[in-house]
């Protein structure tokens, strides 16, 4: 694993952590399975899962005791 | 892929691998060799202290040992795991909930989603009877119950499609046991919110430095919300640097607030103050947008978190520090100050966290199932985050017992036994025989810049007097230990401000799906007052709690972290009696010891505490026989210590009738469960075939 491979991958875990899963894996993802159909921007994916981990009954930042 | 790693292992012209094997073989004796030796040393040690790596050396070869072996035979023998099945994030990848994530990067997310206060101060309070009794349970209880429960709900989620523990519950147990496991989940959270919230009060009574930093976070995280928001959308680096250098900004501003004669008196409260502000702040944070309080002040404390705990451990490491506190000291009699009730069960129920938590079943089942690449992972992720979970537990004690016990005793003693002055406080510690004198506690108070170190129970403050000196070991000598004080101050509240904000959000809906079984309109989450409503109940549940515990004279924390221990183990057993009747309708009952003894024992120790906490003789012990003491002294016209005018009398009557209801209801709750749990694990034994309502290989949902 080259270092910069190494970064990306400290920088996905900690942005996992706090419920932003890898955003380029989506568009990806979006490509692929459904294509032509619309893609959430960067910003407006940063916003969808943000409100998934805090607004709804998943508990985000909800630490076990 | 496994066929893949398995044929790099021969590589023509390479090692055999009958010699790869022994040498491994060797490595795992060295390994087991090594943690007997530092078990025996932690065990036998006695009149002399000794190293607190001795402590890190046999838990982290247990550790390695029971992953390597135990957790390694529930996947293969037990659960009978199938790397080639496809997984939840597999069958329904969307990008979003739903990736196949990779094992390393999982790992983080649990265990940062696991990882709380719980683990920090169980430990700490367990202290009073010694490192060893909590030492044996924290490595004991983590590999045998803790880390199992979590491994198996993981697992039992993964193959449901990432359900839920309640749903889990009602799909494998019936309607009824859902409903009840559903009741138990919210008393539970009521409670943890409220003794979470009492341990920030604690800390932060008559501490200008402290409360100021801890104030200060507020517009801090607005600030960051903003920014994350509007200015740099979605930088979660960036918000969270700009965030990190303003804090430690008002970690140093905060020495001159609490120097300062003008500034100092806005930022000294007393307990109750401090409540009810926590309460308004409670209800507030919870109505605000989720993007401008909640989630950068997560970002915040979830990557100070993960720093501190690092750092923690290289301190430990560095400084190699000795171990001032005996291995067992008299309090396993059950007469401790800290919190009363004789080591059995009461250890158990005050480790909590660290050994086994109910509340990992919650998250076990919440986002990791639906992000598990392979079914194999599980294990690495479920078991081993929470061994790393229960080490975090290990250092937290050993933070604890570099104090001297004198020092210990003073700080975590109510101030209803040890008085409220440095002299009485001296005296009555000594006289434990914890020889300390009142120059000592002085000197200790002005280190880390506060008036007081005495009765600050709750685990924060101890914790962070420990690592105080710990880190400045590490880094600035004694001048910096006021400043590592604080900022251990700090990182704890900031952490249980994220949760109690979280947790009022996550009850309410809880709140609203369980009254919303009765008034449909009360469900209607897009309802403004439906929401209104289900908040001002969530809030008002813990911070009844609370503010009973910031008025109690016995100093809260005793009653309220056993009720909060007996809730958490107790929920612990649900998630373990839903493992066993999944096992039995997989046909695999002859596998089930594994979930059943660990069970049974959180079973017996949590009945055991309730029974005692219900009905026990000694006031100090049972809720009834302290409501007993004071009705009577009541009737008598008279007033009984600890209380000091009728209406403390009034209120230790009130707090005693609500903490039995409460316990009782904790007892009725497992009961419960445990029979729906027999009921539908005889039915599976009855049948000839598997039972279990996985989602097959087909990949449909049900």
Redesign the interface.
């Known amino acids: 694993m080259t270092a910069h491979a190494f970064w990306r991958?400290v920088?996905?875990?900690?942005?996992?952590?706090?419920?932003?899963?890898?955003y380029d894996?989506?568009?990806?993802?979006?490509l692929e399975?459904h294509p032509g159909e619309t893609v959430m921007s960067?910003?407006e994916?940063?916003?969808?899962?943000?409100?998934?981990?805090?607004?709804t009954?998943?508990?985000?930042?909800?630490?076990?005791? | 892929m496994g066929g893949v790693l398995a044929s790099q292992g021969r590589k023509p012209g390479g090692t055999p691998p009958e010699t790869h094997a022994f040498l491994a073989m060797m490595g795992w004796a060295g390994v087991a060799i090594l943690g007997a030796v530092s078990l025996a040393v932690v065990a036998l040690g006695r009149g002399e202290t000794i190293n607190a790596l001795w402590l890190v050396t046999a838990s982290l070869c247990t550790y390695l040992i029971a992953y390597r072996f135990y957790s390694l035979y529930i996947a293969r023998d037990v659960l009978g795991v199938d790397p080639a099945r496809p997984t939840p994030a597999v069958r329904h990848n969307d990008g979003l909930d739903y990736v196949p994530t990779n094992r390393y990067v999982l790992f983080g997310h649990h265990f940062a989603a696991i990882a709380g206060a719980g683990p920090l101060v169980g430990p700490v309070l367990a202290a009073q009877m010694g490192y060893l009794p909590g030492t044996l349970w924290l490595i004991v209880g983590v590999v045998f119950a803790g880390a199992v429960q979590d491994y198996v709900v993981l697992f039992i989620s993964t193959r449901r499609d990432g359900r839920s523990l309640g749903d889990l519950v009602r799909s494998e147990m019936g309607n009824a046991a859902g409903l009840v496991a559903m009741v138990g989940v919210l008393a539970i959270m009521v409670i943890l919110l409220a003794v979470l919230a009492l341990i920030v009060v604690r800390a932060l009574v008559g501490s200008p430095w402290g409360t100021f930093t801890v104030f200060a976070t507020i517009p801090i995280a607005l600030l960051m919300g903003v920014y994350g928001r509007y200015i740099r959308p979605g930088r979660i680096g960036e918000m969270s640097g700009i965030g990190l250098v303003l804090l430690m900004l008002a970690l140093i501003g905060g020495q001159s607030v609490s120097e300062s004669e003008s500034l100092a008196p806005l930022f000294s409260y007393t307990g109750p103050q401090l409540a009810l502000l926590l309460i308004v702040y409670g209800f507030i944070a919870s109505v605000l947008p989720v993007w401008l309080l909640l989630a950068p002040r997560d970002y915040l404390s979830t990557f100070l978190k993960i720093g501190t705990i690092c750092a923690l451990a290289i301190g430990i490491a560095i400084v190699m520090p000795p171990l001032h506190m005996p291995a067992v000291t008299k309090f396993i009699d059950g007469t401790g100050p800290v919190f009363a009730g004789s080591l059995f069960p009461f250890l158990f129920i005050t480790i909590a966290c660290g050994a086994v938590s109910g509340f990992h079943a919650l998250i076990s089942s919440g986002t990791t199932p639906k992000m598990l690449e392979n079914e194999a992972h599980a294990r690495a992720i479920g078991y081993g985050s929470m061994l790393a979970e229960s080490f975090v537990g290990i250092m937290a004690l050993i933070a604890a017992c570099v104090l001297e016990p004198g020092v210990y005793f003073a700080m975590n003693a109510p101030a209803g036994v040890i008085g409220t002055t440095a002299d009485q406080a001296a005296q009555v510690v000594s006289g434990w025989g914890f020889t300390i004198t009142p120059d000592m506690l002085n000197q200790i108070a002005t280190d880390i810049g506060e008036k007081s170190i005495l009765s600050r129970a709750g685990g924060a403050p101890t914790l962070a007097v420990g690592m105080a000196q710990i880190l400045s070991g590490v880094v600035g000598g004694k001048g910096l230990l006021a400043f590592w004080y604080h900022f251990a101050i700090l990182f704890e509240a900031l952490f249980i401000l994220t949760t109690i904000d979280a947790g009022t959000r996550v009850a309410r809906f809880m709140i609203q799906d369980l009254v919303g079984m009765a008034i449909p309109a009360f469900r209607h989450t897009h309802s403004w007052g439906a929401n209104v409503a289900a908040t001002t109940l969530a809030v008002a549940g813990w911070g009844y709690f609370l503010y009973q515990g910031v008025t109690d004279p016995l100093g809260g924390i005793n009653t309220l972290w056993p009720l909060f221990g007996i809730a958490n183990q107790m929920l612990a057993a649900i998630a373990l009696v839903l493992c066993t009747v999944v096992l039995f309708k997989m046909k695999r009952q002859r596998m089930a010891w594994v979930t059943i003894v660990p069970a049974t024992w959180l079973l017996v120790c949590t009945l055991v505490a309730g029974w005692q906490k219900l009905f026990d003789p000694s006031p100090a012990i049972g809720f009834l026989a302290s409501y007993d003491k004071f009705a009577a002294a009541s009737v008598a016209g008279q007033i009984a210590a600890p209380a000091k005018t009728a209406a403390d009398m009034g209120r230790i009557m009130t707090n005693a009738v609500v903490d039995a209801v409460m316990t009782g209801l904790f007892i009725a709750v497992v009961l419960a469960v445990l029979g729906f749990g027999l009921v539908s694990a005889l039915k599976a034994l009855s049948r000839a075939e598997v039972t279990t309502r996985e989602v097959g290989y087909a990949g449909a949902a049900e």
């Open positions: 991958r920088c996905e875990t900690l942005r996992l952590m706090v419920g932003q899963p890898d894996r989506y568009v990806a993802h979006r399975h960067r910003v994916f940063f916003r969808d899962r943000q409100d998934r981990r805090y607004a009954r998943s508990g985000g930042g909800l630490r076990c005791c």
